[in-house]
């Protein structure tokens, strides 16, 4: 069993940054997929941010040059910064990852928690 936890999300002006992190733990041989979605209130959940095996990177037009997702494999950590900020960024956000598990070698998919983003204008 693999737990996420999510941390980072806040309040804050338009034009400002925000760092979300995403730490797993548990039984974790590898993660082999990292991706940060959001939902604002009465819109569909979106993917914001991948990334995969060997780096590659995909993101979302609304957020392309402005938000960047990146990994501390040691730590089994994801993040999500985020710069620029608009109003329209405002969301609950989560990350999700595909682990492969000890023992097992079994891949899941887990979820955070999700952390609120605020952006004032």
């Known amino acids: 069993q693999v737990q996420l936890m999510e941390s980072g999300g806040g309040l804050v002006q338009a034009g400002g940054s925000l760092r979300l992190s995403c730490v797993a733990s548990g039984n974790i041989f590898s993660v082999v997929r990292l991706a940060w979605y959001r939902q604002a209130p009465g819109k569909e959940r979106e993917l914001v941010a991948e990334?995969?095996?060997?780096?590659?990177?995909v993101y979302a037009d609304s957020v392309k040059g402005r938000f960047t997702i990146s990994r501390d494999t040691a730590k089994n950590t994801v993040f999500l910064q985020m710069n620029s900020l608009k109003p329209e960024d405002t969301a609950d956000y989560y990350c999700?990852?595909?682990?492969?598990?000890?023992?097992?070698?079994?891949?899941?998919?887990?979820w955070g928690q999700g952390t609120q983003v605020t952006v004032s204008s």
């Open positions: 990334g995969g095996i060997g780096g590659t990177t």
């Open positions: 999700s990852l595909d682990i492969i598990e000890t023992v097992r070698f079994i891949t899941r998919r887990y």
